[in-house]
RNA sequence: AGGACUAUAGCCAAGCGGUAAGGCAAUUGGCUCUGAACCAAUCAAUCGAGAGUUCGAAUCUCUCUAGUCCCGCCA
């Protein structure tokens, strides 16, 4: 079954402009500046973007917004396509704005020739200044009421590159009163001698944001332009050009409130930082919201989708519990991963009773949850190795784990019962001798007795030596602010690195391969790092709490 | 002379005039060869506040309060 979005506000809203006869198809768009890696707050613009257009049986484009060429790299743009693809979107088209920048300068003539647009000559600071305040209406230019000739001549001259830059700025011109700051005359074009990696040197005019997008969503015979809540006050505006440029097309533009995880660095600023100045590995880091790190920390695309699905779409920006993500990550790997014994803090355990040198192989199920995906054959031997935490001396009230004197299951194997604990000088346990009842073994059905506790193993000689990464989310403490004290507050435990066993039949195990090591929780092999020819394993999520002691 | 938007449990939310869905989290039991999973039960007597309209209001109206966004030649 293909999970989508239920039925939320926007869809409601296209359904009913067909219905209206509003628009025959639906057309939509992604746009992402590539000035930037994708993170996990652009989930639900890719995947509203994409999957309402499939509700429509209509169409998605990817445009890449490249309207500023001094903050964007093409570097981005093909770690954005990666990332959409492995999200498992197709684009329809792959448009940009920079080549409509041709038909754009075009339009702004009509504006201009239509006394709707005008060459200010005033600087960026006075633009500042004379564009008013929250309460106080603007002041209008002195340049606002040059002839068309005038205005038409001195556009194509900027264009033509006679002006430096910052000296002029193809303004609209509409209303310097207007409560809406975005309609007080914004500019629409300006000067910047910067090389553009689609057009070169071509232009020296480039437009914003406010001119290109409408304009661009209309050109493309865009329907539905879905955009984040901060554009509601642009849409006006975006009317406004798309009417006075006189498109064919009419788009349509519908606000959507963003998505956050709570405690989670998110900003491309911060994040870069974090990247930059080496808090982490790599854009790539499994502790970071970017969808590599997400992809690199084992989640799939299939469970980062259905957690943007079921998170309702609403006009709120929702700040979603960390916990909520990680419960669709455990659903998709319940079924998935394969489960398997490993032992993360090695305790030795000899089992005095069992023959020196005896071998033997036996069952255990791959996932008990689908018993399809079979048995496995695990080595069992006198030397052990179980959880250092799985051992207590003195026991606190309910422990049911092994202790002095108790008897717990090996899991997949015998009951076990501790005789003897073994200290070294300085009286650090260094190992555990214990018996075990041949009449217990695993899958006997024995019911002789019950044993409270089950605790993993992996066998002492017949094992694969591991690293295993254990990676928190990198938290701060409180809401990301603006200011970068935040970084003192960044969760310092968001790594550990521990060298544990795994079972044998582990050793062909390949890049972003999952298992669940039963308590310990999921994990995944990581794609980059092999340590002196370790497997080394991500932790993507721990179970839900486990011990209540 | 400010404007726009939002407000339903710890978090995300459905609801659109007929008497408060669901998910996450939490709590309590049960079960268990993973203290997981699973199962059962519990979890909104101010739906931001107040007033009004109505037989009936979370839903409509008014006033107020709180939060978010807007004064880039960024997107």
Not at 181 to 190: E, G, H, L
Not at 412 to 440: L, M, Q, R
Not at 459 to 482: Q, S, V
Request: aromatic share 12%; with cysteine.
């Amino acid at each position: 079954m293909v999970k989508t979005y239920s039925s939320n506000f926007i869809s409601t809203t296209i359904e009913n402009h067909l219905k209206e006869g509003k628009y025959k198809e639906v057309i939509t768009r992604f746009p992402p500046e590539p000035n930037g890696y994708l993170h996990i707050g652009h989930i639900r613009a890719i995947t509203l973007d994409f999957e309402m257009a499939k509700l429509f049986n209509g169409k998605t484009n990817l445009r890449f917004d490249d309207t500023n060429p001094t903050k964007e790299d093409i570097e981005f743009v093909n770690s954005i396509k990666e990332d959409i693809n492995w999200l498992g979107y197709k684009w329809d088209n792959l448009f940009w704005a920079s080549n409509y920048f041709d038909e754009l300068y075009n339009r702004a003539i009509i504006l201009i020739k239509k006394g709707l647009a005008y060459v200010d000559d005033q600087s960026a600071e006075e633009i500042s200044r004379t564009r008013g305040t929250l309460t106080e209406p603007g002041i209008e230019s002195p340049f606002r009421n040059r002839s068309i000739e005038e205005n038409l001549s001195l556009f194509e001259r900027m264009k033509n590159k006679e002006f430096p830059e910052g000296s002029k700025v193809l303004r609209a011109k509409i209303d310097m009163a207007s409560p809406n700051m975005n309609m007080r005359d914004p500019v629409i074009y300006r000067i910047t001698y910067t090389s553009h990696h689609n057009t070169g040197d071509k232009w020296c005019i480039y437009p914003m944001y406010d001119f290109a997008h409408p304009l661009s969503d209309a050109i493309e015979g865009i329907t539905h332009s879905l955009c984040s809540l901060e554009f509601e006050d642009h849409r006006p505006l975006y009317d406004w050009f798309v009417r006075e440029c006189e498109m064919e097309n009419t788009p349509t533009q519908i606000e959507f409130g963003k998505l956050y995880l709570s405690n989670t660095i998110i900003s491309k600023r911060n994040l870069r930082k974090l990247v930059e100045e080496k808090y982490v590995d790599g854009w790539d880091d499994p502790r970071l919201a970017t969808i590599r790190g997400l992809r690199r920390r084992g989640y799939s695309p299939e469970a980062l989708k259905e957690f943007v699905f079921d998170t309702s779409v609403s006009k709120t920006n929702a700040v979603v519990d960390y916990q909520q993500l990680e419960h669709y990550i455990r659903e998709d790997l319940k079924l998935s991963a394969p489960r398997t014994m490993a032992v993360l803090r090695p305790l030795k355990v000899i089992i005095t009773n069992y023959p020196e040198g005896q071998v033997e192989y036996l069952d255990e199920p791959i996932n008990k949850e689908v018993p399809e995906m079979g048995m496995r054959k695990i080595p069992f031997s006198r030397e052990i190795y179980i959880e250092q935490d799985d051992f207590m001396e003195v026991p606190i009230p309910k422990y049911y784990r092994l202790y002095p004197g108790n008897e717990v299951r090996l899991a997949n194997a015998y009951f076990i019962k501790c005789t003897d604990v073994i200290k070294d000088e300085k009286g650090n346990i260094t190992e555990i001798h214990a018996t075990y009842d041949p009449e217990t073994k695993s899958g006997s059905g024995f019911t002789g007795r019950k044993v409270k506790g089950t605790i993993h193993w992996v066998d002492a000689k017949h094992n694969i030596p591991c690293e295993i990464r254990l990676y928190d989310h990198l938290t701060i403490e409180n809401e990301e602010t603006k200011d970068l004290p935040v970084f003192e507050k960044l969760n310092p435990n968001s790594l550990e690195i521990l060298n544990g066993y795994v079972e044998t039949d582990l050793k062909d195990v390949k890049p972003y391969d999952k298992f669940q090591f039963n308590r310990h929780g999921y994990f995944v092999v990581d794609p980059k790092d092999t340590k002196d020819n370790k497997i080394v394993f991500n932790r993507i999520v721990s179970l839900k709490s486990s011990f209540k002691i």
